[in-house]
């Protein structure tokens, strides 16, 4: 037998193998961390109210980047992006609280990790809105998830994500009336009135980030007790722009832009794009991080996959341009495109009928913000910049932004601005022509469209006209009576999408819209879409044919699919509000009906009117 010394020492031997990092060979860690619902609101931003240390420290550590952007400014179509590697607008999962498929083949970034090796694990938000992404592509993927459960000198990613900044945190809570920095200390944006409760529920927020820095800290700290922070090469990120109203859900920099901290330990210094504590100036976006996670981790890039690798062996040449993109948000519909380079953002706004303050339930039920600011507006207490929150939207939008970092001065009608308008309008179009976007599809369409391929597979096909489409809906989203002519035109196409847009044309105009009344009574009593007949409809409301409208929108509500349904249902609220519909009928349509969310957000608002 050996010497008990002998066998001492081997057991000791297989004790620190055991302990050596997962990564003391060749690939790193990677470790992100996420926070919900805030914009670059840090101490290592400038912000001199903010009180974010362990983010301060990690930024000291490592590189501010400062133009990063989600791709859409709400959780699950951000999230879509990131967790498949393609902006969601390709792949039809855009509309917040999806459940699209994607095509079998595409795999998503965990289990292309998972495949080259690594441990991967999520703690613990998934919100992937896509059909049949769950925890099954994770190692682990709920609140006990954690790199430690990993195998013995096995590469981890884990992703820990914080909800203390979440939009549902930011009014102060059990009468809560004591803050860090006080309320009457806050700088507001110039889109916000000064009211106490605008001002609470910032400065509530405020506190909320700072716990959240916490959270990070503890995070951070865990990493260094464990031996692997020299191993591991840390993303701290925001998953879309900040909480409060105006921010969350727009295309504006205050719902996009995000904050980016990521530290490469000195064995990868190579990789550094700047030295610790500088910034970084180049344009990045969600669709860019898994990229950039298989550059750093020495894995092919898979050949769906959109987004450029800004650090690693495989970084590519810096992008000029980020597409952002917003549909479906809640209960409401708003479709809009963007394009954000260094110095300007572009919107394309396919639905100006609609403001970007529609009445969605959830804000107004949890942000005291959100009915303050409203309640300002209807007693005409908001300025210009303040009010435009709550009116029709230009089709177009144009900011300077560098000079105007609060989006407030649409550039879009500027003479002096006629030709960077169509330098970005073009640019839009090219991405909007490459990603094959499905945006333009109404979303009860989506199915009978497809048939048996995913929505994804039908947009490359020649079924989708795209360009043909892109033209229906700018036409439309113009808003000018000059193209009513051309509107007909797209109301009789073979194409229901195309024809869908001519209808719409026709709602933006509303009243003016009253020469192609005929075409319209045709496709409300006849089309065979339901998508169609809605939009139809509610043109049809604005000019004076009501009867009409109405009796098409009650068929769809009661017999249309979910989406339909939803898209009926909006147009019964917008022309109840405006007085094309009488309130007992609006009511009279929906009682006794049972629906789903966000369905019944919709009905629930109709029906406690009378109250």
Same mark, same amino acid.
């Given at each position: ?38 914009? $670059? ?45 393609? !902006? ?23 289990? @292309? ?41 096995? $590469? ?46 910032? #400065? ?26 020299? %191993?591991?090469? @840390?993303?701290?990120?925001?998953? !879309? ?8 859900? !727009?295309?504006? %920099? ?77 209960? =409401?519909? %708003? ?18 009928? =609609? ?52 989006? /407030? ?32 599809? $109404? ?87 339901? %998508? /169609? =007949? ?6 049809? #409301? ?43 009928? #609006?009511?009279?349509?929906? =009682? ?20």
């Amino acid at each position: 037998m050996p010497p008990l010394r002998l066998i001492l020492l081997l057991l000791v031997g297989l004790l620190n193998l055991h302990a050596i990092p997962a990564c003391a060979a060749e690939r790193p860690n990677i470790l992100w961390v996420t926070s919900e619902d805030n914009s $670059p609101y840090l101490g290592c931003y400038g912000d001199a109210l903010a009180q974010t240390p362990n983010l301060d420290k990690l930024a000291a550590e490592g590189f501010r980047y400062r133009r990063a952007f989600a791709n859409a400014p709400v959780c699950s179509a951000s999230r879509s992006t990131l967790i498949t590697g393609m !902006h969601a607008s390709s792949l039809g999962v855009q509309n917040h609280r999806s459940d699209v498929a994607i095509p079998a083949g595409f795999k998503l970034y965990p289990e @292309v990790l998972r495949a080259a090796g690594y441990f991967c694990t999520n703690n613990v938000k998934t919100d992937y809105n896509v059909a049949g992404a769950g925890n099954n592509v994770w190692n682990e993927s709920n609140k006990q998830a954690h790199y430690r459960h990993r195998a013995a000198g096995q $590469p981890f990613f884990a992703v820990f994500n914080f909800t203390s900044s979440h939009e549902s945190q930011v009014t102060p809570k059990n009468g809560k009336d004591t803050f860090r920095v006080s309320p009457e200390k806050m700088v507001l944006p110039p889109y916000h009135p000064d009211t106490p409760e605008i001002r609470k529920d910032w #400065a509530n927020y405020y506190d909320q980030i700072t716990l959240m820095d916490s959270q990070v800290g503890e995070v951070l700290k865990e990493l260094e007790k464990e031996g692997l922070a020299n %191993d591991t090469i @840390v993303f701290y990120y925001g998953d !879309h722009g900040g909480a409060l109203p105006g921010g969350k859900r !727009h295309l504006h %920099d205050s719902g996009t832009r995000v904050p980016l901290i990521i530290r490469i330990p000195e064995k990868w210094a190579a990789w550094r794009p700047a030295a610790p504590g500088s910034w970084v100036e180049q344009l990045v976006c969600f669709a860019d991080f898994p990229a950039t996670v298989f550059s750093l981790c020495g894995i092919a890039q898979p050949a769906n996959y959109e987004g450029r690798a800004f650090l690693g062996e495989t970084k590519t040449a810096p992008r000029d341009e980020v597409f952002l993109f917003r549909g479906r948000m809640d209960e =409401r519909y %708003d479709t809009a495109r963007a394009i954000r380079t260094d110095s300007y953002l572009y919107i394309r706004n396919y639905s100006p009928h =609609r403001p970007w303050g529609q009445p969605y339930s959830y804000p107004f039920e949890v942000q005291p913000s959100m009915r303050s600011w409203f309640a300002e507006y209807q007693a005409g207490k908001c300025n210009p910049a303040q009010s435009a929150y709550w009116q029709p939207k230009s089709g177009e939008e144009l900011y300077d932004a560098a000079g105007d970092p609060y989006d /407030v001065k649409n550039l879009a009608a500027a003479p002096e601005q006629a030709a960077k308008l169509q330098e970005m309008a073009k640019l839009l179009r090219q991405k909007l022509l490459q990603t094959r976007d499905t945006g333009f599809i $109404p979303e009860g369409m989506y199915t009978r469209l497809a048939g048996d391929k995913t929505l994804y597979d039908y947009a490359q096909s020649s079924d989708y006209p795209l360009e043909r489409i892109i033209d229906a809906a700018n036409t439309a989203s113009t808003g000018k009576v000059e193209d009513l002519p051309v509107l007909v035109n797209a109301m009789v196409d073979p194409h229901p999408v195309i024809r869908y847009w001519g209808a719409t044309g026709c709602l933006i105009l509303k009243e003016k819209a009253a020469v192609n009344k005929e075409w319209l009574v045709t496709l409300a009593k006849s089309d065979e879409w339901p %998508d /169609v =007949r809605v939009a139809a409809a509610e043109a049809l #409301a604005w000019i004076q044919e009501d009867r009409v409208g109405l009796a098409t929108l009650k068929e769809v509500i009661s017999n249309g699919n979910a989406h339909e349904t939803l898209a009926a249902l909006n147009a019964l609220d917008f022309l109840t509000d405006a007085g094309h519909v009488p309130l007992g009928e #609006a009511q009279a349509v929906v =009682r006794g009906l049972s629906f789903k969310e966000p369905a019944g957000r919709i009905q629930r608002r109709l029906l406690e009117r009378s109250r």
